[in-house]
């Protein structure tokens, strides 16, 4: 088997990807690699390339002369990120993914994880229980890009029988790294505010519901999903995984329940228009059958973990 590269590796994913990649594999196995030429603080002991995944002749080059075999494309911007630059968002959603798609279709490599988001939905998408087929009208640079990269990997597979397998992710939330430019992450933030002032001002209103997915359970999934037998994974697009869902109002709840005193304030910005487009909840019955999909975090475990391991050192 050959090794396995992990490409966007310093960001929140990608961190606690390459850990458990490398306790899976062995830490021969896995690289990981990201735009930044400083080795990310957390990966200093795995691996590291500075890679920019637009850097076709690069990344070819890495992937023959250190035999990979397996690609995870992590690299993206996400969604309020690439409302301010659409442009630069869609090149690089877009080419980076074509860049690993043609190493797969010349046979270069075996498999890709590619990440998808429920981004693809948009307001005309059913809320709630947002079913794995449905109408799909994104509203934001971000879900275009995820939606045309959903069906630029079916056609890669069907076409070229390229392996590529991906999951709608909901919002991640985690404690290891900071997330950046999504609409989720102020269920992120709110946890090192609680700890540091036990004040939070939210830039998403209180009754803002949105699939949300600790990480722990985020990483099962992509690992249990890539180590599927090729037959039962059905869905060459993305699939739906649901964890927990929760608003604002009712995170700050659970917060509550350690730190009483926090309070939480409500000052919604461009960012609420992303989020009012997105379901409440989605359907994640096809991952259920196809490879045993289950979520092990509820929202009041998942609160318990932020708060005993956020850093709250580490924000202003
Ligand atoms: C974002 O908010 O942009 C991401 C996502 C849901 O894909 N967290």
């Known amino acids: 088997m050959g090794k396995v590269l992990v490409i966007g590796a310093g960001g929140q ?47 070819t080059h890495l992937v023959k002369e250190q035999k990979v075999s397996t690609i995870y494309l992590l690299a993206a911007l996400l969604s309020a990120t690439a409302e301010k630059h ?22 270069v490599i ?22 794995q087929r449905t109408i799909m009208e994104p509203t934001t640079v971000y879900g275009i890009s995820k939606q045309a990269g959903e069906q630029w990997c079916a056609y890669y597979h069907e076409k070229y029988g390229v392996d590529v397998r991906s999951i709608r992710y909901p919002g991640l939330i985690s404690y290891t790294s900071l997330p950046g430019g999504g609409t989720t992450d102020y269920a992120v933030d709110i946890f090192y505010h609680a ?35 090729a037959e039962n994974v059905r869905i060459r697009t993305s699939y739906n995984i649901s ?10 709840k659970a917060i509550q329940q350690h730190i009483p005193n926090f309070s939480i304030s409500y000052s919604p ?29 509820s929202l009041e475990k998942m609160v318990k973990v932020m708060l005993e391991n956020v850093d709250e050192t580490k924000v202003d």
């Open 195 to 229: 700890k540091k002032s036990g004040k939070y001002t939210s830039f998403l209103s209180k009754d803002t519901a949105l699939p949300m997915m600790y990480m722990e359970d985020a990483i099962r999934a992509t690992i249990n999903l890539m180590d599927a037998p």
């Open 13 to 59: 994913i990608g961190t606690e990807l390459v850990i458990a990649l490398a306790s899976k594999l062995g830490k021969e196995q896995v690289i990981a690699s990201d735009v930044k030429s400083e080795t990310p603080s957390s990966l200093q002991e795995y691996q590291y390339v500075q890679l920019d995944v637009l850097d076709k002749e690069k990344l």
């Open 110 to 131: 075996d498999k890709i994880f590619w990440p998808s988001s429920i981004a693809v939905f948009g307001p005309t998408t059913p809320k709630d229980n947002t079913p």
């Open 269 to 297: 910005d461009f960012r609420q228009v992303i989020a009012d487009s997105w379901p409440n909840a989605i359907d994640d019955t096809h991952a259920k059958k196809d490879w045993q999909w289950e979520p092990h975090f």
């Open 243 to 252: 964890g927990i869902s929760f608003t604002p109002k009712e995170l700050t």
């Open 86 to 107: 659409p442009a630069f968002a869609w090149q690089l959603n877009m080419d980076g993914l074509f860049n690993v798609l043609n190493l797969a279709k010349e046979k």
